[in-house]
């Protein structure tokens, strides 16, 4: 039976990031991904490639604001966290897609 391109997109995995006592869980689609997505995402020419990709990328997550609401997966909203943030959920999903992931939740 063929496969169509949205097949290989379709799919949506979930990993958890320790965020200081606290679990963040993250939703994403994992065959979003792609080499020159990783690549803009890793090399970060300019200052919101990283934030534009994850956007692209993840498609909720559990984090709230402070008034307890979610707080929407976005470019605009990834952009006003903290870069080192950011980084750590590219590496925790990137983790999350090894073959014998350890720290995947699915």
Same mark, same amino acid.
């Given at each position: 039976? %063929?496969?169509?391109?949205?097949? &290989?997109?379709?799919?949506?995995?979930?990993?958890? &990031? *320790?965020?200081?006592?606290?679990?963040?869980?993250?939703?994403?689609? !994992?065959?979003?991904?792609? %080499?020159?997505?990783?690549?803009?995402?890793?090399? &970060?020419?300019? !200052?919101?490639?990283?934030?534009?990709?994850?956007?692209? +990328?993840? $498609?909720?997550?559990?984090? +709230?604001?402070?008034?307890?609401? %979610? *707080?929407?997966? @976005?470019?605009? #909203? *990834?952009?006003? *966290?903290?870069?080192?943030?950011?980084? #750590? $959920?590219?590496? !925790?999903?990137?983790?999350?897609?090894? %073959? #014998?992931? @350890?720290?995947?939740?699915?």
């Amino acid at each position: 039976m %063929p496969v169509r391109l949205s097949d &290989l997109r379709s799919e949506i995995k979930t990993f958890t &990031l *320790l965020v200081g006592d606290d679990t963040l869980t993250v939703r994403y689609h !994992a065959g979003k991904l792609t %080499p020159m997505e990783l690549d803009r995402a890793q090399t &970060l020419r300019d !200052a919101d490639a990283l934030a534009e990709v994850l956007s692209g +990328l993840l $498609v909720d997550w559990d984090l +709230l604001k402070e008034d307890g609401q %979610p *707080l929407e997966v @976005t470019k605009e #909203n *990834l952009c006003g *966290l903290p870069l080192v943030f950011q980084r #750590n $959920v590219l590496i !925790a999903l990137l983790e999350d897609m090894r %073959p #014998n992931a @350890t720290r995947a939740a699915t």
